[in-house]
């Protein structure tokens, strides 16, 4: 009957229109008054420990990071060396967004702060040059998504955080995956723009003007080897990395480039902490809701019934990926993540799935939520940006859906593509 309280009015905030965050703490909050197995304090003592984490101080830091990169001419300079390479070929600017996306994945750790800064930039191009608005919308919003894959990612920390795998390890296993995702898009945006004929530009490849364009961008370019080389190497932490990237990002944005005027800070500040606090309160409600999953032993039942369904591994794989693609419909990344990971992970090991792999095969099935109706943020975000209802969106979406569905069949079945490159490195 708990468990019902529990979910039953989870649902009835959702269909209010609650915000996920408020929700899940009312949801709360009204389960603990109707079972009396706690005090009301809990949930106001639960809100301060699950944000009380050394790890999970990143988030901000890399939030606030992708906000002074991407308005510091970092993305900017990133396009014009991705359309140096790439321009000319057929779906040549198609191939640059998600070329892009891919590196800015690499600074922001954010789906929609992906969006917003490449296709800011690159949708109302696309659509200048010839593409159809709908392809190119879409592309925008799927390629958003590799945010997250690509290290370093706020859905990465928040595994780790919610249980106790190496974060580190975790962003590393990413690599490949996201890459992979990465390359699947590329093949399917060729396919697509030679179909419908989008033709790259005119410019012939000049030596000379991409050594310039690199060198104009080697500020960029050099992020994620501060960043991942920092971290891999052993020098610093992810929490450190963070804290790190947004000095630099602020230093490289106002006194090299010179894109971002003192006078923005405070703005750019006031959107991360905006962003920050949001995330936070998510977490904090989604912890306290995974707690009360976890005193009613629903972890455990559930766990038990996927189980029953079959003893075939590939069965119960396809099972949680089925519930993670159909959660991440209506669920916020980072809540699904808090609370269905320690749920599902005890599931996983059972059947022989290493923790890191089940982190990667959850990020991207949750990743894949950022473009799916009706909570999809990337495409809300792309709507706003590109000047098109969800509804023409929604129907644009599908083919890319079913590219980033096989890469994460791909992920799911073949874990030496997530776990090869940890092992090589010794994590």
């Known amino acids: 009957m708990v468990s019902a309280v529990l979910f039953g009015s989870f649902i ?15 949801a709360s909050l009204v389960t603990i008054s109707y079972s009396g197995q706690v005090e009301l304090s809990y949930l106001a003592q639960s809100l301060t420990t699950s944000v009380d984490s050394f790890p999970l101080m990143a988030v901000p830091f890399f939030i606030l990071a992708g906000e002074l990169m991407g308005r510091g001419g970092i993305s900017k300079r990133l396009l014009n060396v991705g359309n140096m390479l790439f321009g000319r070929y057929t779906g040549g600017l198609a191939i640059v967004t998600i070329v892009s996306c891919m590196f800015f994945a690499a600074i922001s750790g954010s789906g929609p702060a992906t969006v917003a800064a490449i296709g800011g930039i690159m949708l109302p191009e696309m659509v200048k040059r010839g593409y159809e608005k709908g392809f190119s919308s879409g592309l925008v919003a799927t390629a958003g998504s590799i945010g997250v894959m690509i290290p370093p990612s706020i859905p990465m920390v928040i595994y780790g955080v919610s249980t106790g795998v190496s974060i580190s390890t975790m962003f590393i296993a990413g690599l490949v995956p996201g890459i992979l995702v990465g390359l699947a898009l590329i093949t399917w945006s060729y396919i697509s723009s030679k179909k419908k004929g989008f ?3 005119e410019n012939k490849f000049s030596l000379k003007e991409f050594m310039k364009a690199v060198n104009d961008a080697k500020w960029a370019l050099f992020v994620p080897v501060i960043i991942l080389g920092g971290i891999y190497g052993g020098v610093f932490t992810p929490t450190e990395a963070a804290a790190i990237a947004v000095v630099y990002g602020f230093v490289v944005g ?17 959107s991360a902490a905006l962003m920050t606090s949001t995330v936070l309160i998510i977490v904090g409600t989604a912890t306290t809701f995974g707690r009360i999953l976890t005193i009613e032993q629903i972890p455990t039942k559930l766990a038990n019934t996927i189980i029953s369904f079959s003893d075939s591994k590939i069965v ?3 099972l ?9 419909c209506f669920m916020e990344t980072l809540a699904a993540i808090i609370i269905l990971a320690p749920i599902l992970l005890p599931v996983a090991t059972k059947i022989g799935v290493d923790p890191v792999h089940f982190g990667i095969i ?39 859906l079913l590219v980033m569905i096989a ?10 593509l997530t776990l090869t490159l940890p092992k090589l490195m010794g994590f």
């Open 12 to 26: 009835i905030f959702i269909i209010l229109n609650t915000p996920i965050g408020i929700a899940l703490g009312l």
């Open 199 to 201: 033709s790259g530009n």
């Open 254 to 270: 106002t006194f090299v480039y010179k894109d971002l005027a003192l006078k923005d800070i405070p703005n750019v500040v006031i």
């Open 316 to 318: 119960i794989l396809l």
């Open 320 to 328: 949680i990926n089925l519930l993670l693609l159909f959660v991440g």
């Open 362 to 400: 959850m990020v991207v099935n949750l990743a894949i939520g950022f473009m799916t109706p009706p909570l999809g943020v990337n495409l809300f975000v792309t709507c706003g940006i590109g000047d098109i209802s969800i509804e023409k969106i929604s129907k644009s979406i599908i083919p890319w």
């Open 407 to 416: 890469a994460l069949m791909l992920i799911t079945f073949v874990p030496g």
